[in-house]
C-alpha cells in the first residue's frame, strides 16, 4: 500500500491550491483519511481529516478556508485550500488507516504519503 500526493506549489496570499492524495496497492477498505502539515521548527499538526462516512473535521486555523473532501470508489482525497495566508506555508501530508491485504490475511495500519510543499508568498 502507498498513498501518492499531488498538487501543492507556491500561490499569492488569498489565493488557492488544490491537493489529492489516492491510495494504491491490495487495498480492502480506506477509513479515516486526512492532512498534516509541518512548518519549519514546528510540529506535524493536523490540517483537516474526514471519516470513511464523509464526517469532516478541521484544525481552527483552516475553518472556512479548506475544504476536505474524498471519493470512496477511487480511494481518493482532495483538500482544497482557498484564501491561503503565509501561515499556510508548510510541508503538507496525506496519512489514511487502511485495511489491505497481504497473501490471505487482511492487516490495517496508518500509511503516509510524501510530502508535497506549499508556499504562500506575495
Known amino acids: 500500500v502507498q498513498l501518492q500526493a499531488s498538487g501543492g506549489g507556491s500561490a499569492q496570499p488569498g489565493g488557492s491550491l488544490r491537493l489529492s492524495c489516492i491510495a494504491l496497492?491490495?487495498?480492502?477498505?480506506?477509513?479515516?483519511m486526512g492532512w498534516y502539515r509541518q512548518a519549519p521548527g514546528k510540529q506535524r499538526e493536523l490540517v483537516a481529516g474526514?471519516?470513511?462516512?464523509?464526517?469532516?473535521n478541521y484544525a481552527d486555523a483552516v475553518k472556512g478556508r479548506f475544504t476536505i473532501s474524498r471519493d470512496n470508489t477511487k480511494n481518493t482525497m482532495v483538500l482544497q485550500m482557498d484564501s491561503l495566508n503565509p501561515e499556510d506555508t508548510a510541508v503538507y501530508y496525506c496519512?489514511?488507516?487502511?485495511?489491505?491485504?497481504?497473501?490471505?490475511?487482511?492487516?490495517?495500519?496508518?500509511?503516509w504519503g510524501a510530502g508535497t510543499q506549499v508556499t504562500v508568498s506575495s
Open positions: 496519512n489514511a488507516h487502511v485495511q489491505y491485504f497481504s497473501g490471505d490475511n487482511l492487516h490495517g495500519s496508518d500509511f
Open positions: 474526514v471519516s470513511r462516512t464523509g464526517a469532516t
Open positions: 496497492g491490495n487495498i480492502f477498505s480506506v477509513n479515516d
